[in-house]
Structure formats: C-alpha cells, structure tokens
C-alpha cells in the first residue's frame, strides 16, 4: 500500500506541502488542475509548476484526481470526440511527470452529493451530511445553492459556470437511460484505454456518490455487478476501479471486503473512509476508525493486505475537528488521524504475517 495525499495547490488549500511531508508513510499528493474547465486539455506549463512545488518536498505526482470527463462525452453527443482528443494529449502530458494513476467518474452533472457540508456531530465536531429526505424533495438548483455558492474554494463537480447550465443539462438527460450511459463510457474508454496503456498510465473509475440514482439522473457505478461490467467493457489492466468504501459504504448492502479481493489487480486507487449509515438512508461522514461507523475499514485494510496490493491508497473525506477551518472533508488532523489508523492495521498485519500467527 502507497500512502498518498489530496491536495488542491496553493491558494486553494489549507493544508501545505510541508504539512503533508511530515505525515508518516505518505510519498504523494493527489492532484490535479482545478482551474480547467473539463474537456479542456491540460496546459503543460501549469503541470510543471505541480511538478516543480512537489520536488521541493520530495513528493511525487503519480496520482490524478480527476482528469474531468465533459458532459458532451457522458451524453454521447457527436461533439464528444473532440474532447476525447482532448483527454488522450492531457494523459500524453501527464505521463512526462511521472503519473501513474488517473481518476475519474462518470457521472451526470454532479460528482458528488451532500446536503449539509458542516453538519455537527456529538462531539462537536462537523463533517459532510447526506438527508435522504431533503435531497428526494428539494429541487436540484436549490442544492446547488446551498452547496457550490456557500463555499470560497473550489468544488470539484460543482463549478458554478457549468451548473449555470443546470436546467438545459438536465433536459439533454431526459433521453438517456441508464443503458445509453454504459454504452457512452463504453464508447470513451474503448479510445483511452489504449492510449492510456501505451503511456503505462491506469485509468480508475471513482464509483457514484451517493451510489443510486439522484432527481432523476442515470448512475451507473454502484456496487460489485457495475464494477464487474465496467472491467469487462475493455478488459485490461489499464481498465481498473478506484475503491472508496465510503462511496460504496452508503449503501450497507455493498460488501467492499468481497470486492477488494475479486477485483484485486484492477484496483490501482483505493480511497479509504467511514460512513455512518442510517436506516431512513441519511448517512454522516465519520472518523476512519471501524467503531465510528458501518463500514468495516479494519476488515478492508486486512482485504487489501491478504491480497497483495501494491497500489495507492489515501484516507478520503475526515471530519472537521479542533477548530480547524478548512475546504468541507478536506482538512488536515482528521485526515492525518486516519493514516494512522490504516497504518496501524497494515503493520498488524504485516507484523502478523512475519510472526506466522496470523490475526
């Protein structure tokens, strides 16, 4: 397992650098250019100064979080290939710092969904809040509202000039099905793939989050049957699957522990985090530890131990605690806790295998 860390670059984190050097075991910060529209390709001169600020640290860039896919390519609309070029001289870029990894998602118009970006927890410390309720009730451009106007940073999935277009976004969706999604990723990882493989660089799919359906929108990435479709739309190596048991967690059906071990070799990124997982389907971002939530973290960290995984691997969303202020899931102590957690499962097992007692 390969410690790495998110990171949003400078004036647009609160953590830095040096911050990230001295959490033990990380060897990378996770990136990427936030500031570029998607479907746009990557300027090179803006990679270098990546490149540049991470040497410094003797941190390499080796993990994209996420070369954005346009809407237009999710749509299938004919002006899709211009952006799939796009994608494919951006990955050719990335490959000269050294990237290893791509993330990315697949879905329609929002990345990701909260409805409460502070909500308080017991101990009084606040984390990312999902209400079931409110998000079956309220309309899409009120979400909007609460969640991309409320903040100073940026907000990956929720950049205001694109979801200035909600309305116009949502009819082009009317027409698509779930089956036409699939047969739309389908169609751009059948050209990426192969560039992707010649510039030894693994595309990894970020599952859907939450993992169903949201006002109306196809979602496609949502446990183990999609995963396992997914690898076979192109089935190579290249093709893999960025775990995050918290994305997958919000649902208690999904068995992350099952997946970490049928998929092993096609997940190059795990994303590592709790969720507490209500029964009227509201869930809460917790700590990492296992007690703290519902998903078994303690038994997934054994999974990816058992199966030899060499990949990368970064604690996702942490709690806002001891009156930190920083950009929503993003901030430093609760992240660097979790590290420590995972760690301090990884090396039981390491010490475990090396004493042959087993756990």
């Known amino acids: 397992m390969r410690m790495v860390f998110r990171w949003y670059g400078t004036g647009n984190d609160t953590v830095t650098l040096q911050q990230i050097k001295q959490i033990p075991g990380v060897e990378g910060i996770v990136w990427a250019l936030h500031d570029v529209p998607a479907g746009e390709e990557w300027p090179m001169e803006k990679i270098q100064v990546y490149r540049e600020q991470a040497d410094q640290y003797g941190l390499h860039l080796e993990v994209v979080e996420s070369v954005n896919i346009h809407e237009d390519i999710k749509l299938g609309l004919p002006t899709r290939d211009t952006y799939i070029e796009n994608y494919k001289r951006t990955i050719a870029k990335l490959a000269t710092v050294g990237v290893k990894t791509i993330c990315y998602n697949f879905m329609p118009v929002f990345d990701w969904v909260r409805t409460d970006l502070f909500k308080e927890m017991g101990d009084g410390s606040t984390a990312l809040f999902y209400e079931k309720a409110k998000v079956d009730q309220m309309d899409p451009s009120e979400l909007v509202n609460r969640i991309a106007n409320d903040v100073d940073v940026t907000m990956p999935g929720w950049e205001p000039e694109r979801l200035k277009q909600l309305a116009p976004l949502f009819e082009k969706y009317k027409s698509v099905s779930e089956e036409d999604l699939w ?8 050209q990426i793939i192969p560039v992707a493989e010649h510039h030894d660089i693994r595309m990894a799919i970020h599952p859907d989050d939450p993992p169903w359906p949201i006002f109306g929108l196809p979602r496609i990435m949502t446990g183990q049957a999609s995963i396992r479709r997914l690898l076979k739309l192109v089935d190579s190596p290249y093709n893999g699957v960025t775990l995050c048991s918290g994305s997958l967690g919000a649902n208690p059906d999904n068995d992350i522990v099952a997946m970490v071990h049928e998929f092993k ?9 709790n969720v ?45 605690i001891w009156d930190e202020k920083c950009r929503p899931g993003y901030g ?18 390491r010490a475990a295998e090396r004493s042959g007692s087993g756990v």
Do not use: K
């Open 183 to 190: 047969g739309n990723l389908a169609y751009f990882l059948e």
């Open 265 to 273: 070799g096609r997940i190059p990124f795990a994303h590592i985090r």
């Open 276 to 320: 507490r997982v209500y029964d009227n389907g509201d869930f809460i971002e917790t700590s990492h530890r296992t007690e703290d939530g519902t998903v078994d973290i303690a038994g997934i960290v054994r999974a990816y131990h058992e199966t030899g995984f060499t990949g990368y691997a970064r604690p996702d969303h942490g709690r806002h």
């Open 332 to 349: 430093l102590y609760d992240r660097a806790l979790g590290i420590m957690y995972l760690w301090g499962v990884w090396d039981s097992m």
